[in-house]
């Protein structure tokens, strides 16, 4: 017999997208021998109808002050009355069998975790389906024992999180990377499945997209200096987190076309190698999604940019003591 399951959705500003999550989620939840025994959406400040959408669906509604999707998690595992918790995102739609493929991995006790893959509406824009056709070539690469997993769809050992911490609250991106790396560094094992899927709205604008990507480019400071040796993972590999570095350097190159005579040569150059650091995963996205997927070229290009600016000023703000980034994660 597995082990009952609560599930956690934080959710701010939801409304959009909680009612279909929910839905899909009571589905499982009144299915007999499914294992979901309770769902908590923690409401982390919303202003619209976010809670009152999930009262009216039955759900249960705790608080978590607007302090960030990892506080509301943090409240959802202090409340959770069961051996496994599973976190699922508010704009995501549960497949039926979700969780089905992911409680079987934590009958292993040595495993910690265990998580799943998107789906993506057959309505969606180029822009999301050029995102999700990314995810699914990183996905297809991964293996079934992971260093790395995402939270909006995985289902995690209760006492695992307590023994960790929990989520580091200072994190407002990329807080599922540092508790993936801080579960495998305390010598447990990740199980990734891709038999469990979520349907997930991506972003369907250009400007809300480069804005999250600005914000992971500001937390990968605090990623790289607390985890050294992560600069790849099951996810993503060594030229994905090159990207920004080489994207910082092009900036100032440009100020080489007023120093030097062929000064336009270096900024080309630097132009050059970040474009051409697009073509591995814009091929595999080709030869998967047809050639509509080679809009990834210029969106990795201009992504790999945005996620410099957010790199520059973490460390910035790191190196002037300023803001959470400053600090050095979860004390001991």
């Not at 302090?67 to 739609?93: H, K, M, P, Q, Y």
């Not at 969606?124 to 991964?142: C, G, K, N, P, S």
């Amino acid at each position: 017999m597995h082990a009952e399951v609560t599930a956690v959705i934080p959710a701010r500003d939801a409304a959009a997208t909680l009612e279909t999550c929910l839905d899909s989620l009571l589905v499982i939840l009144v299915r007999p021998g499914s294992g979901l025994a309770r769902i908590l959406v923690v409401d982390d400040g919303s202003r619209d109808g976010t809670a009152a959408i999930a009262r009216s669906r039955g759900v249960e509604v705790l608080q978590s002050g607007g302090r960030g999707a990892g506080a509301a998690r943090n409240a959802g595992i202090a409340a959770a009355s069961t051996e496994l918790v599973w976190f699922v995102d508010a704009d995501c739609v549960a497949f039926p069998d979700a969780l089905d493929h992911l409680r079987p991995h934590l009958a292993d006790p040595g495993v910690a975790a265990a998580g799943g893959t998107y789906a993506i509406a057959p309505e969606a824009t180029l822009l999301e389906r050029l995102i999700h056709e990314e995810i699914q070539v990183r996905h297809d690469r991964m293996p079934e024992e992971v260093d790395f997993l995402a939270t909006f769809d995985v289902l995690y050992r209760r006492n695992v999180l307590d023994a960790v911490g929990g989520f580091d609250e200072r994190y407002l991106k990329g807080q599922d990377a540092d508790l993936a790396f801080r579960v495998v560094e305390a010598g447990h094992r990740l199980r990734f499945d891709r038999r469990s899927r979520v349907r997930h709205h991506h972003a369907d604008r250009l400007r809300r997209y480069l804005k999250v990507q600005r914000q992971q480019g500001y937390w990968r400071v605090a990623l790289h200096l607390e985890h050294p040796g992560r600069g790849g993972n099951a996810y993503s590999g060594p030229l994905d987190h090159l990207q920004p570095f080489v994207a910082a350097a092009f900036v100032p190159s440009l100020l080489a076309i007023a120093w030097l005579p062929w000064g336009a040569v270096l900024p080309a150059t630097m132009l050059l190698v970040l474009v051409l650091m697009q073509l591995p995963m814009t091929g595999s996205m080709v030869r998967r999604g047809g050639w509509s997927m080679a809009w990834f070229e210029p969106l990795g290009t201009i992504r790999a940019v945005w996620r410099a600016a957010g790199l520059a000023q973490g460390v910035l703000d790191r190196m002037l003591r300023r803001g959470a980034i400053a600090t050095g994660g979860i004390p001991a």
